[in-house]
């Protein structure tokens, strides 16, 4: 089982910027395609971002591209998600998930997951 450390999450206030990071633990996700997801409160797990293994092909949900970007770096086996203009509605459990094959929205095509780091926005 793969699994990751995700870190960067925590109370901000509507405005602020934040970069979330998510590592494996003791394996090498160089190959793997790597994606964002986030849960609110009451609400169902929606897709946020994706990338390849290269780096080279991104995918956000559309009205999210303004003001997400995810990055990564292989040399140090970190994946970010950098979040500006941060606004109450992105309150949530971000999670980071990986698979090996293309980029893909779906979250059931990803079959590793992160625990989640938690995202509050006051207004």
């Known amino acids: 089982q793969l699994t990751f450390v995700e870190s960067g999450g925590g109370l901000v206030q509507a405005g602020d910027s934040l970069r979330l990071s998510c590592a494996p633990t003791?394996?090498?996700?160089?190959?793997?395609?790597m994606a964002w997801f986030r849960q609110a409160p009451g609400k169902e797990r929606e897709f946020v971002a994706t990338?390849?293994?290269?780096?080279?092909?991104?995918y956000y949900k559309e009205s999210l591209r303004n003001r997400f970007t995810i990055s990564r770096d292989n040399a140090k086996n970190v994946l970010f998600l950098q979040i500006d203009s941060l606004a109450p509605d992105d309150t949530a459990v971000y999670y980071c998930?990986?698979?090996?094959?293309?980029?893909?929205?779906?979250?059931?095509?990803?079959?590793?997951w992160g625990q989640g780091t938690q995202v509050t926005v006051s207004s």
């Open positions: 990338i390849n293994w290269s780096g080279r092909k991104t």
């Open positions: 003791d394996w090498s996700f160089t190959s793997y395609t």
């Open positions: 998930a990986a698979r090996s094959g293309d980029i893909t929205t779906s979250g059931t095509e990803y079959p590793y």
